[in-house]
Nanobody, 125 residues
């Protein structure tokens, strides 16, 4: 059974950067679509970014396009989310997710069947 663990969250000033990591264990995720979602207080969990098995097919929410980059390492056990030019609106718990049966990245929560516990990102001066 796949387990996902996020890390790299923290407190950062507006305009700053953070790099989140999602490490998989228990089984290989090299063939899975991987994604990042986030949930701010009082709001629904929303899609942020996703990447296919090869790392070449990427998808981003409009709100983060041009600022965030999703990538996966060669061993396919870790997925990263590089976040630049952060704003207070990016404050949320960020979740890593895996879609075992998907080939193409997607934005719908229902296609992702394994989730991490989340890591808090706070953007504040």
């Amino acid at each position: 059974q796949v387990q996902l663990v996020e890390s790299g969250g923290g407190l950062v000033q507006p305009g700053g950067s953070l790099r989140l990591s999602c490490t998989a264990s228990g089984a290989s995720v090299s063939d899975f679509v991987m994604a990042w979602f986030r949930q701010a207080p009082g709001k629904e969990r929303e899609f942020v970014a996703a990447v296919n098995w090869s790392g070449l097919n990427r998808m981003y929410a409009d709100s983060v396009k041009g600022r965030f980059t999703i990538a996966r390492d060669n061993a396919k056990t870790t997925v990263f989310l590089q976040m630049n030019s952060l704003t207070p609106e990016d404050t949320a718990v960020y979740y890593c997710a895996a879609a075992m049966f998907a080939i193409i990245p997607g934005t719908h929560r229902s296609m992702y069947n394994t989730w991490g516990q989340g890591t808090q990102v706070t953007v504040s001066s």
